[in-house]
């Protein structure tokens, strides 16, 4: 009888009682991109209603299982993996919105950068890291501040306990961590070698955790008790090292193998395809995260089958968890490693408050990794639970003291053009910046010496003064491939020696003024027809000119932009004298001396002001007025009045057809872009002077008719955007030339020093 009540007793207990609810462990492997599976495996099981108690991740794993822990619902992360800031972070690129643009040196080829220090032995200056952290450290920071305050540190405390992995090569040991700074753990597990700069953590140095231990299954037993495991799987074994493959020999020294098996206790391995993915593509996430949901819906009814359906209770302890985070607001910041001066400077650029809040901080952040020779400033938020404010620290590295930049363009037309630069840089209470550049070439030729000073004042501005020699050589900028053209003898070469002062506009912007004093020599036949016996005629001309320039940028690219605007407001004025002397060919035989002075105003803008996913419209308009005075005849005329240049290539050319005293350009572009890495290009212009200059009978400039003639520039080009520099072909439409159609090939940036009158 007393079996019998017993059996009944169980039987009712099975049948109406809730069944136990089992402790499940979630693991998130490490694989780079493809690891944004794991966000598909998230949502999959929350719309299945199965609950998570404990959570371990390494590398893209940790960050993943990170967000997750700290309260994050999956369709957030999803949100912030597809964001467009998240995977300029991804490859180190700082929006340029938020960049400090007084900061920022002025375009130039370079493709290749060294940075060392004359002390250091030559391993030290090998570098470590291929992308910039800045975007990821400030990123990380911002994100787990408050999930890291609500759990007062202890990982234990989030709203799902929580751990990850990074390796230390210090002690050649696998750190597991429990406690301390979230978002430096997680930085620390996602710390791809020579991809991204290590840090150091408690005196170790630490990288990805995927090195020692890219499945973590051991660990999580170790660490909870638990009944069941779900485990999110990316990768597969290594494939063996190949001679001609330095990726599959670096892995293979580093990356201890990983047992893909569950051996301490029940449960399932979601194997996503994402074999296709490479480690830094993060430009296919939702494909990603669409694999990683469909290959765990299809694994949900084993996964109820060992778990019933227990009571889902994520979404209110989500709500409680975050309902203790405090609110993400600052009162101290404090900076190690530079200059006291630099210091106050960060303090009184969050603003005057009391208290200032992470949009503030955001900007001073930015404005401050800007300076080129900072090389990383990682961000420590630390709450204080008295205040109920954080305290921000900041560790400044600063950059080797020497930079070499090396660079140019390889063209199917003969401007190809070598670039070097050498840069020593320093960083003290002021900043200084002592440079010089070569470029080297048939078409262009120059070099450049310049020191900048930087000084940090309440309205930071830097002085300026450089010395500069520019020789363009259109005799040789003929055909070699293609067109066979017949180019004007036309050598234009300048020295210039400029001093001026900048002072920053907003963040975007800044506005220059100075002064120059400038040598030009123009070599040049007025006619096709001449002998190796003639002698050209030499315009001269040497004088003084001030200005005042105002600058915006912030364009995607160098060259061949598909994002952001770009402004240019210049006014200037100059006085000189013009002294001609005719060659053996000039139809006037008397040399010329005669002072010469005009203003010239220009305003550039280029905005890409729609985008349709893969689809961008962009447009340029530039305006030019000048009094510029007619020089002795029409070819020095033509050659020191502004001209209208919107692709690369007008650059190379000399075109009469597009340059006027004053005029009007406007150009619509139409792009569609593959990945932000391959663009297809259309782009129309039209340029119309007021008045075109023309050649009279005599050789000399006179003006036509008031906006009678106008003229036209077409391209269609096709550009990848390699980490180095462009590779581009293009065909071109040049109305009213002789040779009315071109195309060029190139790779590189077609770039040059800024001349005497820009």
Known sequence: MKKLALLLLGLFAILFLPAQQKKVGLVLSGGGASGLAHVGVLKALEENQIEVDYIIGTSIGALVGGFYASGYTPDQIEAIVNSEDFRAAAEGIINKNKIFYLKQDRNDPGMLNWKFNLDSLFETNIPVNFISSIPIDIGLMELFAQPNAASKENFDSLMIPFRCLAANISTKEQKVFRSGQLATSIRASMTYPFYIAPISVDGGVMLDGGLYNNFPVDIICEEFDLDYIIASNVTSRLDDPTEDNLVSQVKNMLIRESKFELECTRGIIIQSEVEDIGTFNFFQNEKIISRGYESTVKLIDSIRM?????????????????????????????????????????????????????????????????????????????????????????????????????????????????????????????????????????????????????????????????????????????????????????????????????????????????????????????????????????????????????????????????????????????????????????????????????????????????????????????????????????????????????????????????????????????????????????????????????????????????????????????????????????????????????????????????????
């Open 306 to 758: 060992q778990l019933g359906k227990p009571e889902f209770k994520v979404d209110e302890k989500r709500a409680a968890f975050r309902k203790k985070m405090p609110d993400l607001r600052f009162r101290e910041a404090y900076i190690d490693g530079l200059h006291p001066a630099q210091e106050r400077y960060f303090r009184k650029d969050v603003g005057s408050k009391d208290t200032f809040d992470i949009e503030a901080l955001n900007d001073a952040y930015f404005r401050m990794a800007s300076d080129q020779k900072i090389k990383s400033l990682y961000p420590t938020a630390k709450f204080d639970s008295a205040s109920g404010l954080y305290d921000i620290y900041l560790q400044a590295k600063k950059e080797k003291h020497f930079k070499a930049t090396f660079g140019g363009v390889i063209s199917s037309k003969p401007f190809s053009t070598g670039f070097f630069e050498l840069k020593y840089q320093n960083l003290g209470a002021t900043g200084l910046q002592v440079s010089g550049n070569i470029y080297f070439g048939n078409f262009y030729s120059s070099t450049e010496g310049r020191i900048k000073w930087e000084i940090p004042f309440d309205i930071p501005f830097y002085l300026e003064a450089n010395y500069t020699v520019n020789q363009f050589d259109f005799f040789n900028s003929r055909s070699t491939f293609i067109e066979e053209e017949d180019p004007p003898y036309i050598i234009s070469s300048e020295n210039y020696a400029e001093v001026k002062i900048g002072l920053p506009f907003m963040t975007k912007g800044k506005i220059e003024l100075g002064a120059n004093y400038t040598w030009q020599n123009f070599n040049y036949y007025q006619t096709d027809q001449f002998e190796r016996g003639d002698t050209s005629d030499l315009t001269e001309f040497e004088g003084i000119s001030t200005f005042i320039r105002f600058e915006l940028n912030t364009l995607n690219h160098r060259l061949y932009a598909s994002k952001g605007e770009r402004m240019s407001v210049m006014i200037r004025n100059i006085q000189g004298e013009e002294h001609t002397t005719p060659g053996s060919t000039a139809l006037g035989k008397e040399p010329l001396k005669a002072d010469r002075s005009w203003w010239v105003a220009r305003a550039v803008y280029e905005d890409y002001f729609l985008e349709r996913k893969a689809f961008r419209l962009g447009l340029l308009v530039e305006g030019v007025y000048s009094d510029h005075p007619f020089f002795q005849n029409y070819t020095a005329t033509a050659l020191s009045i502004p001209s209208f240049s919107p692709i690369p290539e007008n650059l190379t050319l000399f075109q009469e057809e597009y340059r006027a005293l004053s005029y009007l350009g406007a150009g619509l572009k139409t792009i569609y872009t593959i990945n932000d890495r391959i663009d297809f290009r259309a782009e129309a212009y039209a340029f119309q002077p007021y008045q075109a200059i023309q050649r009279d009978s005599e050789g000399k400039a006179k003006l036509g008719e008031e906006v009678i003639e106008r003229s036209f520039i077409g391209t269609f080009t096709t550009v990848y955007h390699s980490r180095v520099g462009p590779l581009a072909f293009s065909v071109n439409y040049f109305d009213d030339t002789d040779q009315k159609l071109s195309f060029l090939l190139h790779f590189g940036y077609i770039l040059f020093n800024r001349k005497a009158f820009e």
